[in-house]
Each structure stands twice: as C-alpha cells, then as structure tokens.
C-alpha cells in the first residue's frame, strides 16, 4: 500500500525516502508487493529560519 503524500523536512527527509524507496524496490523485484514507488506525492516544506534569518538551531538557543 503506497502512502499518499510524505511531507517533511529538507534534513529528514533524505535519509527516510532512500530507505524506504530501497526495501519497497526490494520487495518488489522479489514479488512481495505490486508497486515499486513507496510515495505517490513528495511535499518539502523546507528549512525553517528565524528571525535572523538564520537556520534555527539546539545550540545557539
């Protein structure tokens, strides 16, 4: 069952998609699942900035 639409992250998002696309086309070529893309629609929201328009961050506070 593919999800309709991820939405995250510019960080996040990299690492979830690479995984998740890899074991769906493993799945896949070995005939577990009928679909080979994991997502339909992928939505990048982007970094979010602060008002110095800086990338917002645990260590500067």
Do not use: C, W
């Amino acid at each position: 069952m593919t999800v309709d639409q991820y939405t995250g992250g510019a960080e996040h998002a990299v690492m979830h998609l690479l995984y998740s696309r890899f074991f769906t086309k493993s799945m896949h070529d070995i005939g577990l699942v009928e679909y080979d893309e994991p997502f339909l629609r992928l939505f990048n929201q982007g970094v979010i900035l602060g008002a110095d328009h800086d990338k917002m961050s645990k260590r500067k506070g």
